[in-house]
T-cell receptor
Framework: GEDVEQSLFLSVREGDSSVINCTYTDSSSTYLYWYKQEPGAGLQLLTYIFSNMDMKQDQRLTVLLNKKDKHLSLRIADTQTGDSAIYFC???????????FGQGTELSVKP | NAGVTQTPKFQVLKTGQSMTLQCAQDMNHNSMYWYRQDPGMGLRLIYYSASEGTTDKGEVPNGYNVSRLNKREFSLRLESAAPSQTSVYFCASIRQEVAEQYFGPGTRLTVT
């Protein structure tokens, strides 16, 4: 995932908000995604945003997209210990519907 | 509706051995993908199949072959396993309308 960058670690306290950031490179990407991976499990799609949107909210999750800066963020409100996981952002490529993933951000939620 | 299934869940191989990782989806998706996941590197695309009968290389295809047996099944073969192929392998299929990928549970492969 050289084209998509994320910070590797984030630690927050239970009840706080978490913000996970991502930068991407392909301005022609149509969709941008956030996936969650719990230990030993596969990837679970959390949410996605179409490239012509600036913001999408889904319960505790808020996605912000800044196309000019190619910056995507995921905000988790009222973070719980069950939110501890690795979060991947991904951009879609028109060719073959491929996804390009970031390295993943490990979120640690402390009680 | 089982989604995307993968077998086996775990496998240990010796260098030079061969094996096939199986993947199947029951969502009638046209496109299927194989990724590998290594620590600190996210997921990297090995091969993909945009439709039944077609396959294309992804980012890291060397050492692998694939077969799109039918619309449901997409297998990944290691002809001569190497320690560098120790990884977790994920299969995925896509709901084309929103490019939404569904992932299998993964196969954890160790090559000694």
């Amino acid at each position: 995932g050289e084209d998509v960058e994320q910070s590797l670690f984030l630690s927050v306290r239970e009840g706080d908000s978490s913000v996970i950031n991502c930068t991407y490179t392909d301005s022609s990407s149509t969709y941008l995604y956030w996936y969650k991976q719990e230990p030993g499990a596969g990837l679970q799609l959390l949410t996605y945003i179409f490239s012509n949107m600036d913001m999408k909210q889904d319960q505790r999750l808020t996605v912000l997209l800044n196309k000019k800066d190619k910056h995507l963020s995921l905000r988790i409100a009222d973070t719980q210990t069950g939110d501890s996981a690795i979060y991947f952002c991904a951009e879609s490529r028109v060719e073959g519907g491929k996804l390009i993933f970031g390295q993943g951000t490990e979120l640690s939620v402390k009680p | 509706n089982a989604g995307v299934t993968q077998t086996p869940k775990f496998q240990v191989l010796k260098t030079g051995q061969s094996m096939t990782l199986q993947c199947a989806q029951d969502m009638n998706h046209n496109s299927m993908y194989w990724y590998r996941q290594d620590p600190g590197m996210g997921l990297r695309l090995i091969y993909y199949s945009a439709s039944e009968g077609t396959t294309d290389k992804g980012e890291v295809p060397n050492g692998y072959n694939v077969s799109r047996l039918n619309k449901r099944e997409f297998s990944l073969r290691l002809e001569s396993a190497a320690p560098s192929q120790t990884s977790v392998y994920f299969c995925a299929s896509i709901r084309q309308e929103v490019a939404e990928q569904y992932f299998g549970p993964g196969t954890r492969l160790t090559v000694t």
